[in-house]
T-cell receptor
Framework: DSGVTQTPKHLITATGQRVTLRCSPR?????VYWYQQSLDQGLQFLIQ???????AKGNILERFSAQQFPDLHSELNLSSLELGDSALYFC????????????FGPGTRLTVT | DQQVKQNSPSLSVQEGRISILNCDYT??????FLWYKKYPAEGPTFLIS?????DKNEDGRFTVFLNKSAKHLSLHIVPSQPGDSAVYFC????????????FGKGTLLTVNP
């Protein structure tokens, strides 16, 4: 158990809809990262938050947004969903200071029909 | 552009033998590398890492070798056990101090009893 929790585990929704994925980092970790894993792709970095502030953006679509709350949990919002958004979404956390190791949650499997 | 490449999608070895998983990278600025292991329906789990100031790092049955001139690293598992069967990802932090990771596409290791 990495100590990172993600909800829900599975999500099935229709095209055009909006969903919110939730992540709670390990106790004490200030950095949260979101990654997407599609069928034929490795893990792709989406976005990073550190102590409530956005720190880095990867190949995140404009339809996607995220935030980190004062209690350090984070949410990834996906809107105007398309079939191609079906993927595994992982959240990871790290201490964020001189620590490269990231600890991953179990992921949320999103299926868009 | 895939900066970290794992060219073997799968590898099958016999229990007790050595497993060698390979990873190549293109960015000579990378100075730290990590290996993650992933079981189905779970998030990636940190396994072992290596800094570019070293050429070898060992942790029990797992050893990572780094050849900077060839931009190549490998993960050796000796002896391999059936419980090692998983997808292995190599990763490197990129983009300055934010520690976000770029991953290879992974190699599925199957250890046969």
């Amino acid at each position: 158990d990495s100590g990172v929790t993600q909800t829900p585990k599975h999500l099935i929704t229709a095209t055009g809809q909006r969903v919110t994925l939730r992540c709670s980092p390990r106790s004490g970790d200030l950095s949260v990262y979101w990654y997407q894993q599609s069928l034929d792709q490795g893990l792709q970095f989406l976005i990073q938050y550190y102590n409530g502030e956005e720190r880095a953006k990867g190949n995140i679509l404009e339809r996607f947004s995220a935030q980190q709350f004062p209690d350090l949990h984070s949410e990834l919002n996906l809107s105007s969903l398309e079939l191609g958004d079906s993927a595994l979404y992982f959240c990871a956390s790290s201490a964020g200071t001189a620590s490269y190791e990231q600890y991953f949650g179990p992921g949320t499997r999103l299926t868009v029909t | 552009d895939q900066q970290v490449k794992q060219n073997s999608p799968s590898l099958s070895v016999q229990e007790g033998r050595i497993s060698i998983l390979n990873c190549d990278y293109t960015n000579s600025m990378f100075d730290y590398f990590l290996w993650y292991k992933k079981y189905p329906a779970e998030g990636p789990t940190f396994l072992i890492s290596i800094s570019s100031i070293k050429d070898k790092n060992e942790d029990g049955r797992f050893t990572v070798f780094l050849n900077k001139s060839a931009k190549h690293l490998s993960l050796h598992i000796v002896p391999s056990q059936p419980g090692d069967s998983a997808v292995y990802f190599c990763a490197a932090p990129f983009g300055g101090s934010n520690y976000k990771l770029t991953f290879g596409k992974g190699t599925l290791l199957t250890v046969n009893p």
